[in-house]
């Protein structure tokens, strides 16, 4: 029998073919971003809130259909899928408003019940695919504790060691830290910087994204990925004297992992002054720059990823000192420089051992594909988890050690303010760094097995409407992402690329208050386009 | 940023002795003599902490002990050296506006000058409010320049930037209830009516709340309270802010201080954004 495994992540879907007697992978699809309008999951929640959790679903179902037609499978019975809670409720089809406003006294107002997200399978026709395909959805139960962080927890190592850490390096930040038997999570929302998203000339990985910036004798070499999407030679510059040599690979933008290289760089080259870089931001490019606010940014993101390390390690009653390994996970843990990652702290400063483990949750949709039976000890796992959850929301540590986070990297304050005011408060602070840190890439893609083959597809679902207006088309030309277009007075938003709520440029446009957006309806294209 | 030569070279020679790795590298990638380099020259700067200090330290050496322990944001000391002075006949409210008032206000005009931190201006206030809880016990209460309440949108729960923005209003001698996070339109409107409050500060950091701060300003509106509602928070911009009534918008805690001196000066939502836009 041939099984299907998802992620279905923030920003795209990984697809896998299985093979369930010989338990090997087939081939692999993925989708260039999410097919759901915006950035993040507020973004998506904000769309399918406005617009009906039904519309969601349904542009979401496209994409995933996509992609099953793309895996071209050959009597297969299941489908499994992981992701964080957002993506696998929209999914579903099920009530995701509770996901929206963690504000209880919102809930309570507007009867707002969340739905039971246990580990369940399904009946296909329950989400819209084939009803003789079984559906295992793994549990999912508050943005912290999703299905994606047993992924990552089960799948890193993690469990099996002891006095280490594990963070999933994506907009949400889940981590955990485990001393002995006991496990404490936590979710610090690091914002889309390490992404590679609100920053300037950000980007998600993809060919032409600066991805690294590598010391040489003349100053740092730009890497940019190329179509294969390895790292290559760019351009050449010299931070302190602010000059540029162009060669080799043209960057389009830069990536998460290249944000966390320049901040890196800039520091060590003492052009990053904080909250300034001195000669109004650092040219990486033609036109690219790394600005002064990009750098408060990251910063905020950086800060938070750190005060949630700091939280989990003060609430475990743990010395920095005696931590062991950290596991990074998600893209962005696997590609970024691990010891620039700990250098600014990203990393914590006293962890001996760095190990990238790459992308969790499409292996644990595949271990569910192959070993079904394994649902029962997720739901026990994710029990056990929840009673020793912390709320960052509710931490007055966590709030604390960010507040201090905020001045360093937003204020200038220095950091000995910071280990100060820390410990005026009670609050341990790092002791000086680990030396001789070792870093295992234990995975040196975040794919851990393509299989035969690796193909990229668009997900391809557009939303449409129509209505009599004058065709002066300032709506398609105030669209940023060329995500609008226009024929026969019938207008196509490509959902995936358009930016959501965050946007709507093209409604802002129109003179004559035609445009509407949530008029909009799913466009059903014929099969096979 | 270095503009003489002779700085130059002198502070060449002071990294040369004091961290020669360092200056190795820069004399290698040959930047070190580069403008764009910024050597720090610090000596102007630090001189103006010490005058910042002396301008508001008090002359009496126990009130000048209330201020420093303000100012080093120690509460435990700062309660103590209060509850001493109060023992000792001290009058409380003299106490709090001459020796615990010029402990944030040295903060305060240290952080405009960026010498001081957001964290340093909490935690001065934290032993600042600790003295005053003292002093108000022995004499009900003491003057200020206003009564203000401040709440973060319901559904919400970022409440840093509110507890700085409540801070600062606080050290600049407003009296601010705090409503918490997650508040409910209602729960506003009743501790405007029930409290005599004269303007509310709201603050909200996710898009999906937002809608939380236009209610609230057209409920209060509604209600004929006369109460403004200043609002901030990194989901909130000024076009946000513009399209409802009773609403002015502020970016930094110390547009709330400017926004609240305007509204309790008795200035309605209309003249403050004439005044402040
Ligand atoms: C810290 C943080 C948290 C902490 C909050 C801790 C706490 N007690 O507040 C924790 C980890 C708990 C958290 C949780 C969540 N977060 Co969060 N979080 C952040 C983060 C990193 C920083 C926010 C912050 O504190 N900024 C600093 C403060 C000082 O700034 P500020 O509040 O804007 O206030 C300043 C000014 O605006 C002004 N001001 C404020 N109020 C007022 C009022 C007036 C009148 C005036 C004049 C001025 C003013 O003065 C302040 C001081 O300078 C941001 C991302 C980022 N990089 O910014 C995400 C972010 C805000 N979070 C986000 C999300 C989605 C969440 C979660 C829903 C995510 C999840 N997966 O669980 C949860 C749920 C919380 C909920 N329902 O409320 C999103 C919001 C997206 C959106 N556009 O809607 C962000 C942007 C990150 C992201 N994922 O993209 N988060
Ligand atoms: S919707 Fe508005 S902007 Fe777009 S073509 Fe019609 S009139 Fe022009
Ligand atoms: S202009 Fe409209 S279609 Fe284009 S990204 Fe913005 S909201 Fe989407």
Redesign the pocket.
């Known amino acids: 029998m041939q099984a299907i495994s998802l992620d279905i992540g923030t920003s795209g879907i990984r697809g896998q073919l299985l093979d369930v007697e010989r338990r090997r992978v087939l081939r692999t699809v993925i989708t260039s971003h999410n097919p759901l309008p915006g950035a993040?999951?507020?973004?998506h929640l904000?769309f399918a809130i406005e617009r009906g959790p039904d519309l969601a679903h349904e542009v979401l179902l496209g994409a995933v259909r996509q992609v099953i037609r793309s895996l071209a499978p050959d009597r297969w019975g299941r489908l499994t899928v992981c992701g964080?809670p957002?993506q696998l409720s929209l999914f579903e089809g099920i009530e995701v408003r509770d996901?929206?406003?963690?504000?209880r006294n919102y809930l309570d107002s507007r009867g707002i019940v969340p739905p039971d997200r246990s580990g369940h399978v399904l009946q296909g026709d329950a989400v819209g695919l084939d009803p003789n395909v079984e559906v295992i959805v793994p549990p999912a139960i508050?943005?912290?504790i999703g299905a994606d962080a047993l992924a990552m927890m089960i799948k890193s190592g993690f469990l099996d060691d002891d006095l280490c850490m594990v963070t999933d390096y994506g907009?949400?930040a889940e981590m955990a830290i485990k001393v002995g038997d006991r496990v404490l999570t936590?979710?610090?929302?690091?914002?889309?910087?390490i992404e590679g998203q609100?920053i300037s000339a950000g980007m998600l990985a993809s060919p032409g994204a600066i991805s690294d910036l590598m010391a040489i004798p003349e100053g740092w070499q730009v890497m940019v990925l190329n179509e294969e999407l390895k790292p290559c030679a760019g351009a050449k510059l010299s931070l302190r004297g602010n000059t540029l040599k162009l060669l080799g690979r043209r960057a389009q933008g830069i990536t998460g992992t290249g944000v966390i290289a320049v901040v890196f760089a800039g520091l060590e080259a003492e052009r990053i002054a904080l909250p300034r870089i001195s000669g109004g931001g650092i040219s990486l490019d033609r036109n690219i720059r790394f600005t002064t606010a990009d750098l408060l940014?990251a910063g905020?993101?950086i800060?938070?990823i750190r005060?949630?390390h700091m939280t989990l390690l003060e609430e475990a009653g743990v010395d920095h000192g005696d931590l062991g390994t950290m596991y990074m996970a998600g893209a962005s843990g696997t590609y970024v420089d691990a010891r620039k990652a700990q250098a600014v702290g990203m990393v914590p400063a006293s962890a001996k051992k760095l190990v990238q483990i790459g992308n969790t949750s499409l292996e644990l949709a595949k271990d569910l594909a192959l070993d079904p039976e394994m649902l029962d000890r997720l739901n026990s796992m994710t029990k056990e988890l929840l009673a020793h959850h912390i709320?960052?929301?509710?931490?007055p540590t966590?709030?604390n050690i960010?507040?201090q986070e905020?001045a360093y990297w937003t204020e200038g304050m220095p950091w000995e303010a910071y280990e100060r005011n820390l410990s005026e408060l009670g609050i341990r602070t790092a002791t000086p760094r680990a030396r001789d840190v070792t870093v295992e890439r234990r995975k040196l893609t975040d794919i851990w097995d393509v299989g035969e083959s690796l193909t990229m597809i668009d997900p391809g679902v557009f939303l449409s409407g129509t209505w009599s207006c004058d065709l002066c088309m300032r709506c398609v030309r105030a669209c940023p992402e060329g995500a609008l277009r226009c024929s026969e007075a019938k207008f196509l938003v490509d959902a995936g690329r358009c930016l959501g709520t965050?946007c709507r440029r093209c409604e802002g446009a129109c003179p004559q208050k035609m445009f509407s957006y949530s008029g909009l309806s799913l466009e059903n294209y014929p099969e096979g386009r | 940023m270095v503009r003489h030569l002779d700085i130059l070279a002198e502070e060449m020679l002071k990294i040369r002795s004091r961290d020669p790795a360092r200056y190795k590298r820069l004399i290698q990638e040959g930047m070190l003599a580069e403008l764009g380099f910024d050597v720090g020259i610090k000596t102007k700067a630090q001189a103006s902490v010490e005058e910042v200090k002396a301008k508001f330290r008090p002359k009496d050496p126990t009130y000048a002990a209330i201020s420093d322990s303000v100012i080093a944001g120690k509460r435990a000391r700062t309660k103590e050296l209060v509850a001493a002075s109060l023992q000792q006949g001290k009058d409380p409210v003299d106490l709090v506006t001459n020796a615990l008032m010029p402990g944030i206000q040295t903060q305060c005009e240290l952080y405009d000058l960026g010498k001081a931190f957001?964290p340093e201006i909490l935690m001065s206030n934290d032993a600042m409010q600790g003295g005053i809880e003292l002093c108000q016990a022995q004499l009900g209460d003491i003057p200020k320049k206003g009564k203000l309440a401040?709440f973060?949108a319901e559904?919400?729960?970022?409440?840093?930037?509110?507890?700085?923005?409540a801070a600062i209003l606080r050290a600049n001698g407003f009296d601010v209830i705090d409503l918490g996070?997650?508040v409910p339109t209602a729960k506003v409107i009743e501790t405007a009516k029930a409290q005599g409050i004269q303007m509310v500060?709201?603050?909200?950091?996710?898009?999906?709340?937002k809608a939380g701060l236009k209610s609230t300003a057209e409920t209060l509106e509604e209600e004929g309270l006369k109460v403004p509602?200043?609002?901030?928070?990194?989901?909130?911009s000024r076009a946000f802010v513009d399209t409802f009534v009773n609403s002015?918008?502020?970016?930094?805690?110390l547009?709330?201080v400017k926004?609240a001196t305007e509204v309790c000066g008795g200035k309605d939502w209309k003249e403050v954004r004439k005044e402040l836009y």
């Not at chain 1, 936590?186 to 910087?193: C, L, M, T, V």
């Not at chain 2, 002015?248 to 805690?253: A, D, H, M, V």
């Open positions: 993040n999951v507020m973004d904000d964080n957002v996901l929206a406003y963690a504000g508050r943005h912290e907009t949400n936590g979710s610090a929302a690091a914002g889309p910087a609100h940014e905020k993101a800060g938070a005060a949630g709320m960052f929301a509710s931490s966590f709030s960010y507040v905020l965050a | 957001v401040t973060v559904g919400d729960l970022h409440d840093i930037g509110k507890n700085i923005v996070r997650d500060s709201g603050s909200t950091l996710m898009s999906t709340t509602l200043a609002c901030g928070g990194a989901a909130v002015i918008y502020g970016k930094s805690p547009d709330a926004i």
